[in-house]
């Protein structure tokens, strides 16, 4: 069976790549520069595929033969050239459109907890349209909301591993919003769960990890891990968007109100889709032993 993987050398996208390996699929890795594809991990069952997300032809060829496309393109931070509407709701339209043309059988869209095409922030609005394409768009598919998450490379890892290695960390609003850090390799047997069964029809699953934790809590947790003091200091969420205001118009892009407001939000679900999608989670404590040094 062969598997597509779009945005593959994202950190999702590498972590993935291992598992469908380990598990003798065949992947097509697309990416959409020379560059991306540089990233990819050689081996025999992966077959790297460039193509622009303007080419919905390009990307129908590159997807050819594959019984299910995971596609994970999309960003958090806008930067000049790259817009919410370019990046989630854009590619996902496109390779929707391209899965169908190539007579993909089922496809898989990482979205995030919060999306929703009526959400006054414009991230979660986008995640929400991008969601929306994909189940209009005629092909079965599963759409995985996810909260941050955390693995080797992943930025929500990079952030606390930076925060231990300096022993001190500045927190939004005191850290005190609360998350469901999930294990990028659970993401990662979820998804190869899904393309294995091909489900028909659409789906939603939100998955998230085993533990409500607040931001404040998982760095003090994670110093733990690493043995390793932490001291914390607080920046006021209402000063802290108003320099990302400042600076992201100055630069075009980069951390936003938006992005502030995404970060410091609570991440609630209803019902964890673990159990769902066959899916024993991975302790928190086991998932900051792998991301820490
Ligand atoms: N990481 C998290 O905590 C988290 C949480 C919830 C949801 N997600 C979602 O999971 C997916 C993977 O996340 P990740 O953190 O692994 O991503 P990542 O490492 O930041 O990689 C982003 C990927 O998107 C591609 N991309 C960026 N801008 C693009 C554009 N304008 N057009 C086309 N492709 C573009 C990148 O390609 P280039 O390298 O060529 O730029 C790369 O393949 C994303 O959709 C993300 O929104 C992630």
């Known amino acids: 069976m062969t598997i597509a993987v779009t945005g593959a050398n994202s950190s999702v996208g590498l972590n993935l790549l291992a598992h469908l390996v380990g598990d003798d699929f065949g992947v097509i890795a697309g990416v959409r520069s020379e560059r991306a594809a540089t990233a990819l991990p050689a081996s025999p069952s992966i077959a790297p595929r460039i193509a622009s997300y303007e080419d919905i032809d390009g990307w129908s060829e590159a997807l050819r033969g594959a019984s299910c496309v995971v596609h994970l393109a999309g960003i958090l931070i806008e930067w000049p050239g790259t817009s919410y509407e370019s990046a989630n709701e854009g590619t996902a339209a496109a390779v929707a459109e391209a899965a169908r043309r190539a007579g993909v059988q089922h496809m898989v869209l990482v979205s995030v907890i919060g999306a929703d095409v009526a959400s006054p922030n414009r991230y979660l609005r986008s995640k929400g349209e991008a969601e929306r394409v994909v189940m209009d768009s005629g092909i079965s598919s599963t759409v995985v909301r996810t909260p941050i998450l955390l693995g080797p490379g992943t930025a929500g890892a990079a952030s606390i591993a930076r925060s231990i290695g300096q022993g001190k960390a ?77 600076m992201s118009r100055v630069k075009g892009g980069g951390i936003s109100p938006t992005v502030i407001d995404v970060i410091t939000a609570d991440e609630v679900v209803e019902k964890n889709a673990d159990e769902a999608l066959g899916i024993r989670l991975t302790p928190l404590s086991e998932t900051l032993q792998k991301i820490l040094p």
């Open 170 to 246: 500045k927190l939004l609003g005191g850290g005190r919003y609360s998350m469901r850090p999930l294990d990028v390799d659970d993401l990662s047997r979820a998804i190869v769960g899904i393309c294995r069964s091909l489900p028909q029809g659409t789906a939603v699953h939100e998955l998230v990890g085993p533990e409500s934790i607040t931001y404040r809590e998982l760095l003090a947790r994670a110093a733990d891990v690493a043995g390793k003091e932490l001291s914390f200091g607080v920046t006021p969420i209402w000063l802290a968007k108003l320099g990302a205001a400042v």
